[in-house]
Each structure stands twice: as structure tokens, then as C-alpha cells.
């Protein structure tokens, strides 16, 4: 349940506070005041997609904090996934942040993401408007107000585990069942691929190591020729000693000069000596044996452009070529025994048929079952709301099997007593449309697991003596639920438990809106404005208590 509701910097509203009842709760406001701008701010503390366009001009940032109490097992569910628990009283606050740059979002001071927000949001609050209404006319949705009341969860939670099995079965069969002549002319393909890329015998860092050393030989004047010179200048010559030479006499001095505390650096000398000599013997062995042919040059070549061609058939790398001949493999191997797993497969798909079938029997027949109690209720709701003489019937026809069923569910109705029913979409006014919704949320108000309602000028197109009694329905659903309506309709307003007006005013050059709760005086006047349209006379404001008075003890 809503307790509490801040907003701050949404639009026109710089600052305002919302406190509902439990029970019924009433919005009204001039066109234009800002009541679909509170909507916008719960839409926001609920984790839907908000735009910067929504921060008020002239601030920074906005911020909507909504207070729940009595969270519901399947949202204290959802948040525990997520490592958030209400708190020590059971409260649940959300606080969402817009910023131009950005924004975050907190649930009892943790922050959290939009998704983590919306999926708990499912069973915080419900918000059901024009759109709402707009639904109904979509056949394809009928069948979702049906499975509310037909307390079908095990058979809907059954239908969906054997459709995707069987829907996955007959997808790999379909991939299996591979035109012939395609399928041939694939292995074909792909052996051919295979046999190329193991004659390749590709080797990884082998393209490495043949840029080396043809590098080397492109280079191997300057190479030898270094080498030489290294060779030089650690062995001298007839006339002039090298490095080696110099460190055998270097030791010489050292050792007659005969200090003891410097044997250890003698024996560094002489290890220097001795390196020195190996290393002039091994550029010794490399130059005498560094010979190569125009042949291997050639073979260097020829080898290199082999893997870069590989390469460019079959992947950027080496790593990529040998991949892709893995996967080669393995596709081969899957096509040539996929008779035999075509086989496995199409003995599977009868079995899961069979599951599929028996699954949608249930299914089809829950909201059978269902169907008769539902449109009973929703005929006597209707009546109640001066729809008299209505008939209202869901129609449930067989059809192919889909991931909701195999029913076609459509509602149909007449509104006229002696008329045939026509489907809901060709035949229903606004009004009627507005009722209808009603008629049905009314129904499944105490199955969806949501404490509060929020009707967002649900009462479009009704007036008259058919408003006071949707006023009646909506204070039925607020006993079981709490209830936030915005409305147009003074018989509504009335009959709240809690009446707060949206009002507009523009002070110092700036607009702002404000929510505020009335009390009763102020309750007779907004009344008497929405049933006047402009400055009410004192007959209208008599009118207004007096509805205001008579709603108290519907």
C-alpha cells in the first residue's frame, strides 16, 4: 500500500507531498492543472522509462520517494533476489533520482536498477487507464483477464514448460530436415575445408616464427657482419687484445697484488673471462653454420603466403584457422549422423505432443470452467453501473496452439437488450469501454496481489446516473484494495475517503502545481467547481454537500 509520496522538481511541480487513505482516494484538478503529471512521478518511483524532459526547468535534478507498508510475499520475493528486505516496520521506500547526466535509484537507502524496481513495482501498484481500456479491443488480450479469475496458475505454469519443449524439438527437427541437395552440398563444402586446413597443418606462433627468420635472411650481411664485429672485440687479434684478453690480464694484476679481502672480486674476473670466451665461441659456431639457399628463402615464402591465405579464408589467426576447423568438424560429424538423431528427435516430439496436448486440455479447460462465472459477474457489475439489459459472454473457440494456449478468447457483448452480442472492439462506446474495464478489475481486484489501484480517468465518457453508480463500484474495489482514481466526475470526487486537488498557479513569473488534501469545505467547493464548471452559485454548492453527504453512505 502507497503511504506516503514526495515529488520534487517533476515538471511543474516544485514540491508536493501525498498522503493516502487505505481506502479510496480521489484526484481532481482543471485540465491542464497537473494530475497527469502525479501519474508521470509514480510512473518514475516505479521504475519506468523517464525522460530529462521530465525535470522541472531552471533545477538540476528531480526526485519522487514513495513510502510502501504491507509489501506483498511476491514482491519481498523479488527484492530478496536482489538482496533488499523491507525494513524493521515492513516499510519499503523508493527513491528514484533524474538528473540531466543521469540518475539513480534506492530502495531503503540501496541503490538498485530500473529492472530490479520494475519487476518488484508488478506487485506494488497497479496503474489502469485509457490504455487499459484501449486493450480490450484487442481480442488477443481477453484471455489474460480470463486466467485472473480462473486460479489457473499450475495449468498456464504446465502449457508453457510443454510448449517451449515441443516448439524446441520441432526447431532442431526443422534445422535437421535440411533440403538434400543443400545438405550434400555442404558436406561437401565442408570436407573440402577440413582436407585444406590439415594439409595447411597450421601451428600456432608458426607465422612468428617465419617472419623471423626470413627477416634474418633478408638481412644476413649486416647480421654476419655485426656478429663478426662482436666477435672482434671479445677475442682481439695479432696485434690488438679484445675484451677477453683484457679481463686475463685485468685478473693477472689483481692476483699479484695479493689482497686477501678482494679473492671474491678475483673470482668475478675470472668468471668474466671465462663468459666472455664462451660467448666468442658460440658467434664463432653460429656464423660458420649460418648458411641458407635461395630454396629456403623461397620455401619461407611460399610457407607464409599459405597461412596468410588460411588466414584470410578462415580467421584473422592462427587460432581462428584451427577453430574454425574444429567447428568444421563437429558440423560434419552432426550432419552425417543427424539421420540418426532425426530419428531420436521425431520419437521425442510425439512424446512431448502428447504433453503439449494434455497440457492444453487443462488449460482450455480452467477458463471454460471459468468462463460462465466470469461473464455472470461481469453482466451483474455492469448492471449495477446502468448498463441494464446488458449481456456480456466470453467466447472461447479451439485454435492452433500458441505459448498462451490453443483458445481464442474474445469478449462479446450487447449493450441492448434484443440485440445478438458482437465482439466487445466493434460495438462498445467509451463509456461503455470505461465500464466494462471496471466491471472486470473489479473482479480480479483480490487475485493479482497488488494492494493499490490507480485509475487514471477510467471514467471517460460516462455521466449522469451511470457515474454515481461507477462511483459506488470503484468504493467496492477500495474496500479490498486501496484505490487512487483521477476523475473528471463530481460523483466520483465525492465519494472518496480522501480528495486531493491538483491546482496550477503562477507566482513571481514561474508555474508551480500543488497537491493538496481538502477538507470538507474545501471538498463542497471542488465539487461544486467540477459540477459548475466555473464559479459555482450557492444552489450548485448546496448540490455539492448534498453529494457529498449522500456518497458518505453508499
Known sequence: MLKYLHIENIAVIESADLEP??????????????KSIIIDAINAVLGERTSKELI???SDKAMVTAIFSRISTEA???LAENGLYPDEEGNLQVQRMLSSSGGSIRINGKPTTAQVLREAAKYLI????????????????????????????????????AFKAFTDLRREIKSLETDEDKKYDRIDLLRYQINELEQADIRVGEVEELKKARELMQNSEKVLAHLNDCIYMING???????????????????????????????KLSSAAESLRSVADNLRTFVTDFTFSKEEMEKTDERLDLLHRMMLKYGNSEEAALDYLNKAKEELANIEFSEARLEELEKQLDVAEERLVKA??????????AAEKFSRQVCENLSFMDMNGVEFIVDIKDSRYGKNGKDQVEFLISANAGESVKPLYKVASGGELSRVMLAIKSLVAHKDNVDTLIFDEIDTGISGRAASKVAIQLQKV?????VICVTHLAQIAAAGEGHFLIEKSTRQGKTYTDVTLLDETARINEIARIMSGSDPTENIISSAKELLDRSKYQ
Open 56 to 58: 522541472r526547468n531552471g
Open 478 to 482: 477500495a474496500r479490498l484494495r486501496q
Open 360 to 369: 492444453g486440455e487443462c488449460l482450455t479447460k480452467s477458463r471454460v470452467d
Open 237 to 267: 687479434d695479432s696485434d690488438t687484445d679484445g675484451a677477453a684478453a683484457m679481463a686475463g690480464s685485468a685478473l693477472s694484476f689483481l692476483e699479484k697484488a695479493a689482497v686477501e679481502e678482494l679473492g671474491a672480486e678475483a673470482v
Open 21 to 34: 487513505t487505505e481506502g479510496f482516494n480521489t484526484l481532481t484538478g482543471e485540465t491542464g492543472a497537473g
Open 76 to 78: 519481498e520475493k523479488v
Open 126 to 161: 497497479n496503474i489502469h487507464g485509457q490504455h487499459d481500456s484501449q486493450m480490450l479491443l484487442k481480442p488477443e488480450n481477453h484471455y489474460i483477464y480470463l486466467d485472473l479469475v480462473a486460479d489457473n496458475a499450475d495449468c498456464r505454469q504446465n502449457y508453457a514448460a
